[in-house]
């Protein structure tokens, strides 16, 4: 193998490692901040100007540096490519976009962390079950890019990073990544929802019937869009129940016909929620006749979610939220 092939298999091999030693479950997004935290190695948020991130080991303290004003998505990316450094054994990296997203010319030990980053937030495993829920079955199926962008969400890295490990996994070719990425977001997002949404940098999620029982962590400003088939000529109509009015806004509930929109024939109920807040909560829909009351419904459909705050809670930059939970205890128990 060349040099470029030995470094990025060393950093496959070490994110799968990781992955068995952690003993991680494959069914839910990899809490990447969590993982750098439980190896002790202190987390830090500040503007980094071109920087994405960078990382420093001196004897037995570590530390990790992210961009605090880039997005959650690119921040978990970057953290992961931070963490593959210390895996690594590296002593050092600052690290730019062509570090954290492009093959090239780097140093080798920007290709293996890059490789451990990719194998770490999306494992095959992982990859799959995402799959399945977004409702992408087979090992063969066209991936386009609406279902590209919604299995990005599902990971909470990037639609870039998601293309790139794609290909690696072969479930993409390259030319088919190179014609995706020349794809405007906003335009994809645009076509998920119907409409631009009204913060252009917002993400935009999308469920149908075959979605419910999906668990999702939004952030503030995402858009939800839920759009369930219905014939109102049956008297059965898709109703809200509950949407944890605490952390979302109804934007709209609307039908919206079939193409031959002849009289009486099914369409989709469309609700729109924007979430206004961090918090838990859920989505509760039952198709249910007017004068039928909560519970007596034909169908229900419900997704959970927790709207994430940012990693450093209400303020711009720093370390993490527990990480100074832990200091202030830390304090209090030899009494300061």
């Keep these: 193998m060349t040099p470029y092939e030995v470094a990025r ?17 494959m069914q839910d997004r990899v809490a990447i901040f969590d993982v750098i935290e439980d190896a002790r190695i202190w987390l830090f948020f500040k503007p980094l100007r071109n920087l994405y991130g960078a990382y420093e080991r001196q004897g037995d303290a570590a530390g990790i540096m992210v961009n605090s004003q880039h997005p959650l998505n690119l921040q978990r990316f970057t953290a992961a490519h931070e963490y593959g450094h210390h895996v690594l054994g590296h002593l050092v990296s600052a690290d730019n976009e062509d570090h954290i997203y492009r093959d090239g010319n780097q140093k080798l030990q920007e290709v293996a962390a890059q490789a451990f980053a990719g194998e770490f937030m999306m494992p095959i495993q992982l990859v799959n079950y995402s799959l399945s829920t977004i409702g992408v079955s087979g090992q063969h199926s066209k991936l386009i890019p609406e279902q590209i962008y919604q299995l990005a969400l599902q990971l909470g890295v990037s639609y870039s990073a998601v293309l790139t490990q794609l290909v690696t996994q072969k479930k993409v070719s390259k030319e088919m990544a190179h014609r995706y990425r020349r794809m405007s977001p906003l335009g994809i997002k645009t ?39 219905e014939t109102p000529s049956t008297g059965y109509i898709w109703e809200l ?30 609700f729109s929620f924007r979430v ?10 039952e198709m249910r006749r007017p004068w039928q009351t909560e519970g007596q419904m034909a169908m229900e459909f419900e997704i959970t979610l927790e709207a994430l705050k940012f990693p450093t809670g209400e303020l711009e930059e720093g370390i ?17």
């Design 9 to 25: 298999f060393k950093g496959l091999k070490a994110a799968q490692e990781q992955h068995q030693h952690l003993g991680t479950l």
């Design 191 to 229: 076509s998920i929802g119907g409409k631009k949404p009204e913060y252009s940098w917002a993400n935009v999620w999308l469920f149908d019937g075959s979605q419910g029982g999906r668990k999702i962590a939004p952030q503030e400003d995402d858009e939800i869009h839920v759009a369930l088939q």
């Design 241 to 270: 129940v509950d949407s944890a009015p605490h952390v979302l806004e109804l934007i709209s509930d609307a039908f919206e016909e079939d193409v031959d929109g002849r009289v009486g024939q099914s369409g989709q109920r469309h």
């Design 276 to 285: 206004r807040s961090p918090g838990t909560g859920r989505i509760r829909l």
């Design 320 to 336: 993490t939220v527990d990480q100074r939970k832990s200091i202030i205890n830390d304090y209090r128990t030899i009494g300061v």
